[in-house]
DNA sequence: TGCCAGGCCGGGT
DNA sequence: ACCCGGCATGGC
């Protein structure tokens, strides 16, 4: 059974790969820049999240010391085009300021730390929930947790493979229990899914002919996923 | 033009 | 344990 879920699992993978090609996740060539875009892109369009980190690149604030320096009022000017900007201040320097106390503000040292304890402390901060967390330890921190979206809950409950009221931890089971932790493939997975949500599952087609997962409605339905998930 | 985007928090049931 | 309003800009 286990193995089933898994080859499914394998067979979604390589199709959307297969149609979209790599995509080279995470956008962003450092490490701050990836954590700092894993903040400002809560519920927020990507476009904008890129308009907010050009200026903070422009501006040389993508340092954690100049980042752990910058005044707020300064900080939530340069990130305004990715909306929320007074909340996301405060969320970026509580990251900042996290990475300071705890590991003098090298996250080379923050990433030696065991990761299920560093998940811990990462959901502790203000502002960095799950989906931040996981995204942190996966594209900053080479980690393999599989990371949780809304279009992964969207696209894997329409085509009834996870139940619609499934929780966070319970869809992170399904893909994280059910697959190597590969570092690699949870990396470009998530971005799949991401990619497939943002263009073609946008208006949920029922019957959308060009659907690299469209071959699911053949597929026979796993009869106890339930009991999988719980 | 109104709706939505790669969430999360806090207060209320 | 859920449920919901608030947070905000830019693109279609």
């Known amino acids: ?6 080859n499914l699992l394998l067979k979604i993978y390589q199709s959307l790969y297969d149609y979209f090609g790599p995509l080279h996740w995470w956008p962003g ?9 894993a903040v400002l892109t809560q519920n927020t369009n990507w476009n904008n999240v890129v308009k907010a980190i050009q200026n ?6 993508l340092s954690p010391d100049a980042l752990y320096k910058v005044e707020e009022n300064r900080l939530a000017d340069l990130i305004k085009p990715s909306g929320y900007y007074n909340i996301k201040t405060k969320r970026l320097k509580n990251l900042v300021n996290f990475v300071f106390d705890e590991y003098q503000g090298s996250e080379d040292l923050m990433f030696k730390e065991e990761s299920g304890i560093l998940r811990e ?13 996981d995204s942190i330890l996966l594209y900053a ?13 969207r696209i894997f409950s329409r085509h009834k493979l996870i139940p619609k009221k499934a929780n ?18 949870f990396n470009e997975f998530h971005a799949q899914i991401v ?13 959308c002919v060009i659907c690299p997962l469209k071959f699911l409605k053949k ?11 719980r």
């Open 56 to 61: 903070l690149k422009r501006e040389n604030l």
């Open 29 to 37: 060539d450092s490490t701050w820049e990836i954590m700092v875009g």
């Open 141 to 153: 921190g080479n980690k393999p947790f599989f990371v949780v979206d809304s279009y992964t809950r």
């Open 195 to 207: 990619m497939l949500g943002k263009t073609i599952c946008k208006n949920n087609q029922p019957n």
């Open 121 to 133: 402390k990462l959901l502790s901060i203000k502002g960095i929930g799950p989906e931040t967390a």
């Open 1 to 6: 059974m286990k193995k089933q879920l898994q």
């Open 219 to 229: 597929e026979k339905r796993l009869n106890n996923i339930n009991v999988l998930i």
């Open 168 to 185: 966070y931890k319970q869809i992170q089971d399904f893909f994280s229990l059910n697959l190597e932790p590969d570092v690699s493939l």
